[in-house]
C-alpha cells in the first residue's frame, strides 16, 4: 500500500511568489492533515479536512494560505504571495478509522529567498 | 508556557542503556497522546500510543500521569538504531487537533 506522497520534495522561490504543495494522501484516508515546521520550532497543525470539507483550519497563519482538496482525494496548499517566514516543511499527514493514528508524508522542504 | 514541554537533548547513551524522557502538558482536558520518532530529514512515524494503564512495546514502555500531566517513555537495551528524535504529541482538545513538542533527541553510540 503506498504512503501518503508529496510534491514538490524541495522547493526554492523568491519572496512575492506563488507556490503550490500538493498531498495525496493514502487510499481511502478521509483525515487529511496539513503541519508546518519552522527550523528549530515545533511541528505546529495548520489544518485539518474530512473528506472535501474543512473540519478546522485553526492552525493557518494569514489568508496567504489557501488549502483546498476538491473531491475529497488530494489536497493542495498555496501561498500567495510567499514570505520569507513561510521558509519550513510542510508535511501532510492521513488517518483513517483510528483518527490519531496519523500517517506523514516526507514533507516539501520550502526556501523562501 | 508551551502546550507541549520537552527537553530537547541531545541524549548521549551507550548501547545496551536505559534511557527515559518526559514530556509535560499543560492542556488538562486532553484526552490522548502519543509518542512519534523522526529520524533525521525524515517525517514522523507513530511509535506508540500512551493509555492512562501505561502499555509496553517491546523494549519500549509509555506512562501516563494525569496528575502531574506528563508522560514518559523508557527505552531499554538501547540500540544504535533508536538514535532519533523522539515526539511527544498531545491532542489538544479540538476535533483530532494534535500539539507536537519539540522533540527529544536521543543519540546512541557504541
Known amino acids: 500500500e503506498a504512503g501518503v506522497t508529496q510534491f514538490p520534495s524541495h522547493s526554492v522561490i523568491e519572496k512575492g511568489q506563488t507556490v503550490t504543495l500538493r498531498c495525496d494522501p493514502i487510499s481511502g484516508h478521509d483525515n487529511l492533515y496539513w503541519y508546518r515546521r519552522v527550523m528549530g520550532k515545533e511541528i505546529k497543525f495548520l489544518l485539518h479536512?474530512?473528506?472535501?470539507?474543512?473540519?478546522?483550519e485553526s492552525g493557518m497563519p494569514n489568508n496567504r494560505f489557501l488549502a483546498e482538496r476538491t473531491g475529497g482525494t488530494y489536497s493542495t496548499l498555496k501561498v500567495q504571495p510567499a514570505e520569507l517566514e513561510d521558509s519550513g516543511v510542510y508535511f501532510c499527514?492521513?488517518?483513517?478509522?483510528?483518527?490519531?493514528?496519523?500517517?506523514f508524508g516526507p514533507g516539501t522542504r520550502l526556501t523562501v529567498t | 508556557r508551551k502546550e507541549v514541554e520537552q527537553d530537547p537533548g541531545p541524549f548521549n547513551v551507550p548501547e545496551g542503556a536505559t534511557v527515559a524522557f518526559n514530556c509535560t502538558y499543560s492542556?488538562?482536558?486532553?484526552?490522548?497522546f502519543f509518542w512519534y520518532r523522526q529520524d533525521c530529514r525524515k517525517e514522523p512515524k507513530l511509535l506508540m500510543s500512551v493509555y492512562s494503564s501505561g502499555n509496553e512495546d517491546g523494549r519500549f514502555t509509555a506512562q501516563l500521569n494525569r496528575a502531574s500531566q506528563y508522560i514518559s517513555l523508557l527505552i531499554r537495551d538501547s540500540k544504535l538504531s533508536d538514535s532519533a528524535t523522539y515526539l511527544c504529541v498531545v491532542n489538544s482538545g479540538g476535533y483530532q487537533k494534535v500539539t507536537f513538542g519539540i522533540g527529544t533527541k536521543l543519540q546512541v553510540i557504541p
Open positions: 499527514a492521513s488517518s483513517g478509522q483510528l483518527l490519531y493514528e496519523q500517517y
Open positions: 479536512f474530512v473528506k472535501e470539507s474543512k473540519q478546522d
Open positions: 492542556n488538562s482536558a486532553s484526552q490522548s
